[in-house]
């Protein structure tokens, strides 16, 4: 997609961060963007401070729920007609020690970081394809879908599907004109780490979330990281360019080649059993 003018976006999770700040560099360069989170409140206090009324339309969509994907497109096609560009973007985290982690709360987090993804798509993909203008698909998931950490089982999980899933789909759109991206952040400055405050289990303890090293950690790596502003520019490059994978960590990089030559290394080492 050379340019995002006169195009129109859908942005979930765009109350915050790395969402918020795709649509505010959108709208600068002449999209119109439906906002759209599950935090309505939030979402309309950043809309209105964004200021472009024409540009903008906000709407409450919870991506855990198909139904409300579909009633949230309704809304985007009502409001700008075609939709040409979907950012599945809301997501939350969760980390914690394997077979200590309450049932609902991987309910939770599967539901919004992946089937969020495979809703948002479910539901625009078909429409792009009708409408005929071309379009563009941009997952986020997360360097946490190309490398794993201990205690983060969760979040690895939901992010190592979503670039599997956005992998796969790259193939099926091969050669047309619906392009895809999957953005892989490595920290950048949002509220994420919030997020696990918010799980159902937090409903059945008296935990304060916000004095836990869980929270403490996190929040001053992503308080450090990379600003979603300038996250958001990279990633709109990339859609330009129609490139598939969006890095922003130096640093990371010898984590995909560990990863890789670990895999080769256990493949030829089964291959040297089979040979012999
Ligand atoms: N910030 C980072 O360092 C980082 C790194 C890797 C990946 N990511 C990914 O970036 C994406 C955006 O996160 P962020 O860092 O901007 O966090 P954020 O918490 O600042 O923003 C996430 C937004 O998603 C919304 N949301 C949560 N559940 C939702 C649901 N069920 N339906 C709709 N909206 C919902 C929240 O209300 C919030 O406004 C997520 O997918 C996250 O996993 C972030």
């Not at 006169?6 to 649509?23: E, P, Q, R, W």
């Not at 935090?39 to 409300?68: E, G, R």
């Not at 379009?135 to 190309?146: F, L």
């Not at 919030?194 to 929270?215: C, G, H, I, K, V």
Request: proline letters at 3%; a negative charge.
């Amino acid at each position: 997609m050379e340019t995002f003018k006169h195009k129109t976006a859908f942005v979930t999770g765009a109350a915050s961060g790395i969402g918020l700040a795709l649509s505010k560099a959108l709208v600068a360069e002449g999209a119109n963007v439906v906002m759209s989170d599950i935090n309505l409140l939030n979402l309309k206090t950043v809309a209105a401070a964004i200021n472009a009324p024409d540009k903008t339309a906000t709407v409450a969509c919870n991506v855990a729920d198909h139904t409300s994907v579909m009633q949230a497109a309704d809304f985007a096609m009502a409001r700008f007609g075609n939709i040409h560009m979907l950012f599945n973007n809301a997501g939350v985290s969760l980390g914690g020690a394997s077979g200590k982690i309450a049932a609902k709360d991987w309910r939770w987090i599967v539901d919004i970081n992946l089937m969020g993804v495979i809703y948002g798509t479910e539901v625009f993909l078909p429409l792009m394809q009708s409408h005929g203008e071309g379009g563009h698909i941009i997952n986020t998931a997360s360097m946490a879908g190309h490398f794993t950490t201990a205690l983060m089982a969760p979040y690895n999980a939901t992010k190592f599907a979503v670039v599997g899933y956005s992998e796969s789909i790259r193939q099926e759109l091969e050669g047309s004109d619906i392009g895809i991206t999957i953005l892989c952040p490595t920290w950048v400055k949002s509220n994420i780490y919030n997020a696990p405050a918010l799980r159902p289990s937090m409903d059945d303890t008296d935990e304060d979330f916000t004095q836990t090293p869980t929270y403490h950690l996190s929040k001053h790596l992503i308080d450090n990281g990379m600003s979603a502003e300038d996250f958001a520019s990279l990633s709109l490059g990339a859609i330009r360019q129609n490139r598939f994978y969006v890095f922003n960590d130096p640093a990371a990089r010898v984590a995909i080649d560990a990863r890789r030559d670990h895999i080769l290394a256990d493949y030829d080492a089964c291959l040297a059993e089979i040979k012999t």
